[in-house]
C-alpha cells in the first residue's frame, strides 16, 4: 500500500483544516486506516482511526469533540476533518494503514505509513 498525505499547512488558532490521504496498491475497503502525529521533539502519538466499515472509531482525548476522521472507500480516501485548531495540535501529521479491518491506536499495529504532512498552528 501506498500512502499519499495532504491538507496541511499554516493556519490560526480556532481555524480549520482537512487533511487527505489516498491509498493506493490494496484492497482499501479492507484496511484500517489511522493519523498519527509527530510533534517537534516529542514521540509519535496517535490521533485517530477508523475500521474499513467505519463503524469503528477512536480519536485520542486532545482532539475529541474538534476532529473527524473519516473515509470514502469509493476514492481510497481517509480524511482528517481539524476543526477549532490549537497551537499544540502543531505536528507532522501521517496516516496510516494495516493489513486487517479493525481500527486500533497502536502504531505498530500498522504496516504502511505516509511521507506526513505538516500542520502550523499559530496563537
Known amino acids: 500500500v501506498q500512502l499519499q498525505a495532504c491538507g496541511g499547512g499554516l493556519v490560526q488558532a480556532g481555524d480549520s483544516l482537512r487533511l487527505s490521504c489516498v491509498a493506493s496498491?490494496?484492497?482499501?475497503?479492507?484496511?484500517?486506516m489511522g493519523w498519527f502525529r509527530q510533534a517537534p521533539g516529542k514521540e509519535r502519538e496517535f490521533v485517530a482511526a477508523i475500521s474499513w466499515s467505519g463503524g469503528m472509531i477512536y480519536y485520542v482525548d486532545s482532539v475529541k469533540g474538534r476532529f473527524t476522521i473519516s473515509r470514502d472507500n469509493a476514492k481510497n480516501t481517509v480524511y482528517l476533518q481539524m476543526n477549532s485548531l490549537e497551537p499544540e495540535d502543531t505536528a507532522v501529521y501521517y496516516c496510516?494503514?494495516?493489513?486487517?479491518?479493525?481500527?486500533?491506536?497502536?502504531?505498530?499495529?500498522?504496516?504502511?505509513w505516509g511521507q506526513g504532512t505538516l500542520v502550523t498552528v499559530s496563537s
Open positions: 496510516a494503514a494495516r493489513r486487517y479491518a479493525a481500527a486500533t491506536t497502536q502504531p505498530t499495529d500498522y504496516d504502511y
Open positions: 496498491g490494496r484492497t482499501f475497503s479492507s484496511t484500517g
